[in-house]
């Protein structure tokens, strides 16, 4: 007899170009091969193609979709917002109208500023908060970084309201999973983001340079760290001998107009694509929260990662290449990288990634395997 879970979401799970959306499908197939059927209710703050909602009615055994009726609500409290500033009660009248119909052994929300519905659940569901990131004090954290806050910002006081709504808190990586901790009785565990391994060909290409790519999202926090990347580089222009800089993804509508050393690609509909035509992929995060899913995608194509320690927050490696304290650190490493060193930390990077997604396995299936 199959086990039914509801997994409600005010971000699609489809498609996968960004690292929330990649998270929620993850999580969600893991359900699916745990023996569950999902039930996957999505609240459109993102829209809805077409194209997308024929992915989810395939990919997920039940589909549900509540159109937002005007844009998010400004924050209440002005500085930061109440912490049900963007949940729409017409979310919970579904969400009941579900409850009547299957037997739900668990409801797992996304973000805890959706974590009402779970109100609207019965008492005997097991219900979880996938937090995705700390929102508490989000704003002040962006100020003290000299960014504007944008999306979602509230108190930890209400954060840790939210919380109590449910019987499991998930965290995406350690240092979260202490700070739910901290302002909550519930428990908090850790399940990170599990993808499988890709494979992939390298694309054949004249010249011996080293391609050295970085695909993102436009966010505040990946805008200045790769502004950082691109002032180090220019510091050192010997590297242009022997390397080849390539970014791809969201950010280059951003960062074009300001660009000196990239070869720009921009969107790609396959990141296959984009991973084959480089050699090396490089994370060059600074700051920020939650758990650097470009990261892992990087492993994931079976690519040698370079990443700074705020890029592997949650990821545990003990490659020298990985643990890069500044953008510096990690340029300097540049000037001795060669092809020997590109076979070693290929080698490095794929036992990484095999270790992690091991542990995060286990961490689900005893919760809910």
């Not at 209440?76 to 969400?95: A, N």
């Not at 659940?121 to 954290?141: A, L, N």
């Not at 965290?171 to 494979?199: C, H, M, N, R, W």
Request: glycine content about 6%.
């Amino acid at each position: 007899m199959n086990k039914h879970v509801l997994i409600v979401s005010p971000i699609p799970s489809h498609p996968q170009f960004q690292g929330n959306s990649a998270r929620i499908y993850r999580l969600n197939q893991m359900f699916r091969q745990c023996g569950y059927k999902v039930h996957f209710v999505y609240f459109g703050m993102e829209g809805l193609a077409p194209e997308q909602q024929a992915a989810m009615e395939q990919d997920w055994d039940y589909f549900h979709y509540v159109q937002p009726e005007g844009p998010a609500a400004e924050p209440s409290y002005g500085e930061y917002f109440d912490i049900d500033d963007w949940y729409d009660q017409r979310v919970s009248i579904l969400v009941e109208q579900l409850c009547t119909r299957w037997k739900f052994d668990v409801c797992l929300v996304n973000y805890v500023w959706f974590s009402k519905v779970l109100e609207a659940v019965p008492d005997d569901v097991y219900k979880v908060i996938d937090t995705h990131d700390v929102f508490g004090d989000r704003h002040i954290v962006a100020k003290e970084a000299g960014l504007e806050p944008v999306w979602f910002y509230t108190t930890k006081e209400l954060e840790a309201y939210a919380l109590e709504r449910a019987d499991l808190a998930i965290a995406i990586q350690d240092q979260e999973q202490d700070y739910f901790q901290s302002i909550t009785s519930k428990p908090v565990e850790v399940i990170g983001y599990v993808t499988p391994l890709q494979s992939i060909v390298s694309a054949e290409r004249d010249g011996n340079k080293i391609r050295v790519g970085y695909i993102g999202s436009g966010n505040p926090f990946n805008i200045i760290s790769i502004e950082t990347f691109q002032n180090a580089i220019k510091q050192s222009p010997t590297l242009f001998d022997n390397f080849e800089f390539v970014l791809g993804g969201s950010i280059c509508k951003t960062f074009s107009a300001n660009n000196e050393v990239f070869e720009i690609v921009g969107m790609v509909d396959d990141l296959d694509t984009f991973y084959r035509d480089i050699d090396v992929a490089v994370n060059p995060m600074l700051g920020g929260t939650g758990l650097k899913i470009k990261s892992l995608e990087a492993l994931s194509f079976g690519k040698p990662l370079m990443a700074t320690l705020d890029a592997m927050v949650g990821i545990t490696t003990s490659e020298p290449y990985q643990q890069c304290a500044t953008i510096n650190e990690m340029v300097d490493k540049l000037q001795t990288f060669n092809n020997s060193r590109l076979t070693e930390l290929t080698r490095s990077s794929s036992q990484v990634f095999e270790n992690y997604n091991e542990q995060q396995i286990a961490s689900f299936k005893k919760l809910f395997g």
